[in-house]
C-alpha cells in the first residue's frame, strides 16, 4: 500500500532537479502523487515526449525561462502574430509557492482528509473541493469555524477573479493596439517586442488562470504574477502605440 510514483514524465522532472523520490517522506509523497497530472506540461521534440519544463523551478518567470530556452510555442496568436504559450493546470506548481506547501500541508491533506470507517482511519477517497468538505479538510488545523474558513476561500477567490479580469482586459487593450500598428505598416521587426511581451502578458494569466483554485492555493503569488501580466499587457500596448505608423 505503499505510495509511489509510475508516471515517467514526474520521475524524469523530480530527476533534472536533483530529487530522488525513492527518498521522499510519505507526507511529501502525498503530493508527489498528484504532481503526477496536476502540472504544466508538454511534448519534447520530435518523438513528443511528454516533459515537464521545470529545468528552472516551478515559477511563472522559471518556467517561462525554461521554454524561452527551449523557444516553444503551443501557437500563434491569429491577430497579433505572437508565438504564444498555453498553459495547463499548474496545480503543484503554484501550491509549492505557498504558505500551505511551506508549512508541510500536502495536497492530500484538504483534498483526500482522514474519515472514519467504522474502526479504521482511512483517507477520503472522493476527491473534491474541500468546500464540500470543509469541516474535515480544514478544521483539524485551523481553529475557526467552517464558516470562516468558507468566506477566507471566497475572499481569496474573489480577489484573484477580479485581477483575473483586470488582466483580460489590459491584454484586449494590448491586441487591439498590436492590431492597429500591422493594419498603419508596422514590420515584424517592429512589432518582435510587442509580440514577446503580449506572450508574456498573456502566459502569466494563464498560470493563474488555467490552475483550478482561482488562487487559494498560493494566494500572494497568484496575485503577484496578475500584476505583472497587467504590467506586461500595458507594455504591450505602449511598445505597439509607440511602432504605429502615423
Ligand atoms: C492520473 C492523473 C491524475 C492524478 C494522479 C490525480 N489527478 Fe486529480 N484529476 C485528474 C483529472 C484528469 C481530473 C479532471 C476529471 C474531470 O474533469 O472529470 C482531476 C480532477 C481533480 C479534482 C477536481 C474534482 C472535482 O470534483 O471536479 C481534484 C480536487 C483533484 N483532481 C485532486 C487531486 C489530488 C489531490 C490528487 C493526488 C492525491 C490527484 N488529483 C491526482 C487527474 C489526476
Ligand atoms: C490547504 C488546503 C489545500 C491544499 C494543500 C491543496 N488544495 Fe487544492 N484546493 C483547495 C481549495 C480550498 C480549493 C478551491 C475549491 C473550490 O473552489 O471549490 C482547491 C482547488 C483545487 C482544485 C480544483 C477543484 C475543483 O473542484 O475544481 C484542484 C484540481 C486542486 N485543488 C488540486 C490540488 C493539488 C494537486 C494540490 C497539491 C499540489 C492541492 N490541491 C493542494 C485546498 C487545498
Ligand atoms: C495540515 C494542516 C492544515 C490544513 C489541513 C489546512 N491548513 Fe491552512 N494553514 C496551515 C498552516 C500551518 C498555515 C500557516 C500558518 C502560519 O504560518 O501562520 C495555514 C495558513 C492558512 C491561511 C492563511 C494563508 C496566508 O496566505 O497567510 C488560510 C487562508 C488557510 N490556511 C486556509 C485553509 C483552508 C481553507 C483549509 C481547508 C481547505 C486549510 N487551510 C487546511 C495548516 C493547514
Redesign the pocket.
Known amino acids: 500500500m505503499a505510495l509511489r510514483i509510475t508516471r515517467p514524465a514526474l520521475i524524469n522532472a523530480l530527476k533534472e532537479r536533483g530529487i530522488d523520490w525513492t527518498q521522499a517522506t510519505r507526507q511529501e509523497m502525498r503530493s508527489y502523487?498528484?504532481a503526477?497530472?496536476?502540472v504544466e506540461y508538454y511534448f519534447k521534440g520530435d518523438d513528443k515526449i511528454l516533459t515537464f519544463p521545470w529545468s528552472k523551478g516551478y515559477t511563472a518567470e522559471a518556467i517561462e525561462a525554461h521554454y524561452d530556452e527551449y523557444g516553444f510555442r503551443d501557437w500563434t496568436h491569429q491577430e497579433t502574430g505572437a508565438p504564444m504559450l498555453k498553459v495547463q493546470h499548474p496545480e503543484f506548481e503554484v501550491w509549492s509557492t505557498g504558505i500551505h506547501a511551506r508549512s508541510g500541508v500536502s495536497?492530500?491533506d484538504c483534498?483526500?482528509p482522514y474519515v472514519r470507517e467504522g474502526a479504521l482511519k482511512v483517507s477520503d477517497h472522493w476527491?473534491?473541493?474541500p468546500l464540500q468538505n470543509i469541516a474535515q479538510a480544514c478544521l483539524p488545523c485551523h481553529q475557526q469555524s467552517e464558516e470562516e474558513m468558507k468566506q477566507r476561500v471566497l475572499t481569496i477567490q474573489k480577489r484573484t477573479a477580479d485581477l483575473l479580469r483586470a488582466s483580460e482586459s489590459a491584454q484586449l487593450d494590448a491586441i487591439d493596439a498590436i492590431v492597429a500598428a500591422i493594419k498603419s505598416g508596422a514590420t515584424d521587426a517592429d512589432l518582435s517586442k510587442a509580440r514577446a511581451l503580449h506572450r508574456r502578458a498573456t502566459f502569466y494569466w494563464d498560470y493563474v488562470a488555467a490552475e483550478n483554485s482561482t488562487g487559494f492555493h498560493s494566494p500572494q503569488e497568484s496575485a503577484r504574477v496578475l500584476a505583472l501580466s497587467i504590467n506586461y499587457a500595458r507594455q504591450a500596448q505602449i511598445e505597439a502605440l509607440r511602432v504605429t505608423k502615423k
Open positions: 502523487v498528484c503526477q497530472c496536476h495536497c492530500a483534498h483526500m476527491i473534491r473541493s
